[in-house]
């Protein structure tokens, strides 16, 4: 196993009676191990808001609305200019994850619109996908619309790619840390549980019937061709949740891109480097 797959493995911190659990369903019945890690992949971890995001929620005016779905999401509206920058947090986000960039944006003029995605942050629920999150920022646009841009992290990102083939109109887009192929991810997934596998085509079979749609055909790369506004990607070497492929792949696809690969600052620390921030600052202007 290579030292980033097993950093990989690190990050992701499966409590061990969650791998227990997996291995015993696994022999049980392949029915319910696929039922049970299902479950697990849809169900975002909420975490406790930082200081550092504080300013941003008490700041921002929020509101609760209802998808199409019947899901929830909660909108943070920040700050007080015109012209507007959609922000998208990534799993197991919230909406104020990408305070400082959404401080640069201020600064700069703009004002940001961020969400809770389903089951994350303050929305209600337990449990989310990429078309929750697909459906909320096409959401946003008629309620909150026209943005001048949209910057997403990690599913965000995936997210954002997928939301401009639907009809998410922006100038520029930014997307860090994201995430590629749909297929993988799950394998991914699935191999961090400590299971078959087999497992994870059943997963996607399963998936793919509820939305009637193939789930490679939400992956990054596919959805990349056909964008053809200017995209910048950042992506750190030494990220640990998404590998640094991803980013290559992404960029290899879209019609205008520009790519950023950093060192040392992970999946997450990456959203406050003053050095990333500074890039972005200056690819939107």
Do not use: C
Request: proline fraction near 3%; charged fraction near 25%; hydrophobic fraction near 40%.
């Amino acid at each position: 196993m290579s030292e980033k797959s097993t950093k990989h493995q690190q990050s992701l911190k499966i409590p061990k009676p969650i791998l227990i659990t997996a291995k015993l369903l696994e022999l049980t019945s392949s029915k319910l191990a696929m039922k049970f890690a299902s479950k697990l992949f849809t169900t975002p971890m909420k975490y406790k808001i930082p200081k550092r995001e504080i300013e941003m929620d008490r700041n921002s005016v929020q509101e609760r609305l209802v998808l199409k779905s019947g899901k929830e999401i909660v909108v943070y509206n920040y700050g007080q200019g015109t012209k507007k920058v959609l922000l998208v947090h990534g799993w197991s986000g919230r909406g104020t994850q990408l305070v400082k960039i959404a401080d640069e944006m201020l600064k700069l003029g703009y004002s940001t619109i961020s969400f809770d995605a389903p089951g994350h942050g303050k929305a209600s629920g337990k449990t989310s996908n990429m078309t929750e999150f697909i459906a909320a920022i096409l959401e946003m646009q008629t309620k909150f619309g026209p943005f001048e841009y949209a910057i997403g992290h990690s599913l965000g990102g995936m997210s954002i790619l997928n939301s401009i083939k639907r009809g998410l109109k922006v100038k520029k887009a930014v997307i860090v840390g994201s995430g590629d192929i749909v297929e993988d991810i799950m394998d991914d997934f699935i191999e961090k549980l400590g299971m078959n596998i087999a497992i994870s085509k059943k997963m996607k079979a399963s998936f793919e019937k509820k939305i009637g749609e193939t789930m490679d055909s939400y992956s990054a790369y596919i959805a990349a061709r056909e964008v053809a506004i200017p995209v910048l990607i950042i992506h750190d070497n030494d990220d640990a949740d998404v590998p640094v492929k991803a980013a290559h792949n992404i960029h290899e696809n879209l019609k205008d891109s520009e790519l950023m690969i950093t060192n040392g600052l992970g999946h997450r620390k990456i959203l406050g480097d003053a050095k990333v921030i500074k890039k972005i600052v200056a690819f939107l202007n």
